[in-house]
Each structure stands twice: as C-alpha cells, then as structure tokens.
C-alpha cells in the first residue's frame, strides 16, 4: 500500500523567513511519481512539480525548490523568502507507477504573516 | 477558460436522495479522475478513465458510487442514496497520458 505522510499539520512563519515542508513517502513500487500541490483558501488544487522516482536531482523554480532523497523516502518543498500570498495548503502526494493513482498527504497549512 | 470545470460547484440534498454532478476535462486530456476531499484531509482518490475506458473502480466507496465518461470528453460521477457522510468536495482532474493531473474547481456536496 502507498503511503504519504506530511508530519507539519501547520507552520506559521513571518514574510521573508525559509519554511520547508516535509514529505516521507511509503511505496512498494520501484517506479513512481511524486508531487506537491497548493489549495489556496479559494480551494482549487494548483499543481506545483512532479517527479518521477529515477530522477533524484534537486530542482529549483523561482523561490521553490525540492529536495528529492530516495534513500529517506523523503520529498521535501522549500520556499524561500516566503510571502503572504504562499499562505496555503501544501499537499504531498505519491502516484503509482503509471502515474495514476494520486494518494495524497494530510496537507501542511502555511500561515505566512506580514 | 481552458481548464478543467465542474458542475455544480454546490449541492445540497436530503439524505436518500440521487445526486450527478459533470466534469468536462481539459480538452485534449484523454485521463480523467475523480477525487473526495473531507474537510481537513488530502484527496482521496476514487476512479480514473482513459478515454471512455474506466481502469480503476476499486476504489469507488461503495455500489453507491458509480462514474461515466461515455464518449471519452466529460464524465458523470452519480451516488445513489445519499448519507450524511458522502458530505465532502469532489474533484475531478485530468491529464494527458501520465502526466501531471490538473484539478478542478470541486463541487461541493452537502447531505442534509
């Protein structure tokens, strides 16, 4: 069975603070997918990376980075010099090998203040 | 708009009662999935199509569960005799081949 676990159920961070969001996953598969959305209070999901397992480099997009470690099952989102409009839920998840089956974490609420 | 949408975005119904709500995929996504989200929890996933073929239905919660997509473009997601605890958002997403699932907005389901 796959397994997502986001152990951060909330972080409050002031504006401009780094805030990582941690991800640790459980999967059988030796091929799989992994991803991070955002739910902004509006409430559609927006999609924010997607990673195959064979691909362990560390990716970096404007503010957002990922720390991708196969050897702790662990996905990491970090958002550097956040700001209030990254106030959200962060949402971790794991697909199967075909990429279909999307089981979802918990989610991390980020309160950033100003 | 060429994202995914959903109708209705809300529904309120009495307990017993049939409810379907549409999904209609970006347009030139052939996989589209259905998704529960519960207040405080992650999505759950229920059931996929790949063009009109449904893959996986184990996952639907019960018989009284069921999902369409009949000519491969939009697809209904019908529950028969509503409970209490089928109040929930359900989304639906799409993708091209195994690629990323792009959400929509949900409908909202609240059993009275």
């Known amino acids: 069975a796959q397994k997502v676990t986001q152990a951060q159920t909330e972080i409050s961070v002031v504006e401009k603070e780094d805030v990582t969001l941690d991800c640790v996953y459980e999967?059988?598969?030796?091929?799989?997918?992994l991803f991070w959305y955002k739910q902004p209070p509006s409430g559609e999901l927006v999609f924010l990376i997607r990673r195959n397992s064979f691909d362990e480099q560390n990716e970096i997009s404007g503010r957002y980075s990922w720390n991708f470690q196969k050897s702790t099952s662990s996905f990491n989102f970090t958002i550097t010099a956040s700001q209030v409009v990254d106030s959200a839920v962060y949402f971790c998840a794991l697909g199967d090998n075909a990429g279909n089956m999307l089981t979802f974490g918990g989610g991390t609420r980020l309160m950033v203040k100003p | 708009d060429t994202g995914v949408s959903q109708d209705p975005r809300h529904k309120i119904t009495k307990r017993g009662q049939n409810v379907t709500f549409r999904c209609d995929p970006i347009?030139?996504?052939?996989?589209l999935y259905w998704y529960r989200q519960t207040l405080g929890q992650g999505p759950e996933f229920l059931t996929y199509?790949?063009?009109?073929?449904?893959?996986?239905k184990s996952r639907l919660l019960s018989d009284r569960f069921s999902a369409e997509r009949p000519k491969g473009s939009f697809s209904t997601l019908e529950i028969q005799r509503t409970e209490q605890g089928d109040s929930a958002m359900y989304l639906c997403?799409?993708?091209?081949?195994?690629?990323?699932?792009?959400f929509g907005p949900g409908t909202r389901l609240t059993v009275l």
């Open positions: 999967t059988r598969d030796t091929t799989y997918y």
């Open positions: 199509f790949q063009n009109e073929a449904q893959l996986e």
């Open positions: 997403a799409s993708s091209l081949g195994v690629g990323e699932q792009f």
């Open positions: 347009s030139e996504h052939n996989r």
